[in-house]
């Protein structure tokens, strides 16, 4: 539990101010993602880091309980199967990228949905 709480203590800010940086930002952002697509040492270098971070939550929270600690855990599995298909299949994520940046509703969606798991995992690592 005190791992769990730990990682939502870091993760769940981290959320909040990149969502505060998506709404102050979106223009720079959307251009940032687009870019994303043609730069692949940065593309690479990001998947690496993906998987290397989403390995490290499962090798210290792997938990499967019917409780927000399994936030964690699947935010943990995203990451590694994020760079995995980075690092493997990048003409997928070059697909992905660009049809999240050129499409608005996919834009916001992403928004809000990273701004309601930062709430979440910050209400959980330091209030609850």
């Given at each position: 539990?005190?791992?769990t709480v730990l990682i939502a203590k870091i993760l769940g800010p981290l959320y909040l101010?990149?969502?505060?940086g998506w709404v102050m930002n979106?223009?720079?952002y959307k251009k940032m993602i687009a870019e994303f697509s043609g730069n692949h040492s940065v593309m690479y270098i990001s998947g690496i880091l993906a998987f290397l971070f989403g390995a490290v939550?499962?090798?210290f929270n792997n938990v499967?309980?019917?409780d927000w600690q399994v936030l964690i855990t699947i935010i943990g599995w995203l990451g590694l199967l994020k760079g995995l298909t980075i690092l493997v299949f990048p003409q997928v994520m070059i697909k992905y990228s660009r049809a999240f940046a050129e499409n608005s509703g996919l834009f916001y969606f992403g928004f809000a949905f990273a701004f309601a798991l930062g709430a979440a995992l910050t209400w959980f690592?330091?209030?609850a």
């Open positions: 539990m005190e791992t101010v990149a969502t505060l979106r223009d720079f939550i499962l090798i499967w309980r019917a690592g330091y209030f």
